[in-house]
């Protein structure tokens, strides 16, 4: 685990210091996932951008982030210099495959949250499986933040990026989910900072207030829950937002949209069609235990196999799960297994 405190900077820096090897192994790993993805869209691969020119596309992301989240930016130019690395580098891993102007296929993911009268002792759990490119996996690291002002946070990320699912100090916890309409917004930003931003929020009522000013240039899914007890699921497009609450005290999402009127927005389920089929499985998994869930059913249903490969538990060779999230939000805690859930130890941080 990487422990940061402080100052923007401060934070920053000792957050480069810690993980310099791995930040500088992104670009070449960001070029493969790039590779893979543009053969999935039969894209000429001889058409990806060289690193030079991912760099270039990454500073043009500057001006958003900046006017949305400029303490941000300078725990970017902290890590960047903790690291030994051009800013522009550190800033590529905090807007990662949106340099293409497209929607990544990267977070290949199934979140969900569970409310106080589904769980067997009335508290909030939440949590998802990451489904990414298997290279991925081994730039991941837990982040624990103590900033200056705010609540304390604590990330299952990737090095050298500020925002990404976790929990917070105060009992708020975020997961994600990549979504895709047509509309990708030039001049906007992508969601990372959002993420972090997220989780410097006290409860729900703010991360809704934040995700109505943001200004994303692509679609993404969030599950958040507050200590309140509260469970909400956003879906978030460049032009609108939709707010959706749980059946049964549960949420889940995957990959495709839920709401009635951002369904016909939909792009991206015709290309993963397993996503409707986790969102299913996971719901029926939930609804057999619903009263009496425990963390130790959660690890049962993240490793979950049916539709395999493209399951809950994802096992494509290019798309796999790297790792499993479960989130006890009210007691500062996260579980994390690094890779599939089926084979892998779940270990415990806490803030």
């Known amino acids: 685990m990487v422990k940061v405190h402080g100052s923007p900077y401060q934070r920053g820096l000792q957050h480069g210091r810690a993980c310099g090897d791995l930040i ?11 590779s893979f993805e543009a053969r999935l869209r039969a894209i000429e691969v001889t058409s990806l951008p060289t690193r030079d020119e991912l760099l270039g596309r990454a500073m043009r992301f500057l001006p958003a982030l900046e006017a949305f989240a400029s303490h941000l930016v300078e725990e970017v130019r902290g890590i960047a210099e903790g690291a030994k690395l051009p800013f522009a580098e550190v800033l590529l891993v905090n807007v990662r495959a949106e340099v293409m102007g497209t929607v990544p296929v990267e977070n290949l993911c199934t979140a969900f ?58 009992g708020l916890s975020l ?25 410097e929020q006290s409860n729900l009522r703010q991360c809704l207030a934040v995700a109505r000013k943001a200004d994303v240039c692509s679609s993404s899914n969030y599950i ?40 016909p927005e939909e792009a991206l389920l015709s290309a993963l069609p397993d996503s409707a089929g986790r ?58 297994a690094n890779g599939h859930a089926c084979t892998s130890d779940f270990v415990t941080y806490s803030l």
């Open 24 to 34: 500088a192994r992104y670009p070449d790993v960001l070029l493969e996932v790039l």
């Open 113 to 170: 949250a569970v409310g106080p009268s589904a769980t067997a002792d009335g508290s909030v759990l939440s949590g998802q499986n990451l489904d990414q490119h298997p290279l991925n996996r081994n730039l991941m690291i837990v982040l624990h933040v103590e900033p200056d002002d705010g609540p304390a946070i604590l990330m299952g990320t990737f090095a050298g990026l500020v925002g990404y699912p976790g929990i917070n100090a105060d």
């Open 175 to 199: 997961f994600q989910n990549a979504l895709s309409t047509t509309v990708w917004r030039t001049g906007a930003m992508p969601h990372y900072f959002l993420k972090r931003v997220f989780l």
């Open 224 to 263: 958040v829950t507050d200590r309140e007890g509260t469970l909400r699921d956003l879906e978030m497009t460049p032009d609108t937002m939709a707010v959706l609450e749980p059946d049964d005290d549960f949420l889940v999402h995957a990959n495709h949209f839920r709401s009635r009127n951002l369904i």
């Open 279 to 336: 969102v299913l499985r996971l719901e029926e998994l939930l609804a057999s235990r619903s009263g009496r869930i425990t963390i130790d059913d959660l690890k049962t249903f993240l490793a979950d196999h049916e539709g395999s490969p493209t399951g809950i538990c994802r096992h494509e060779a290019h798309a796999q799960t790297i790792s499993s999230m479960i989130a006890e939000p009210e007691h500062g805690r996260l579980h994390i």
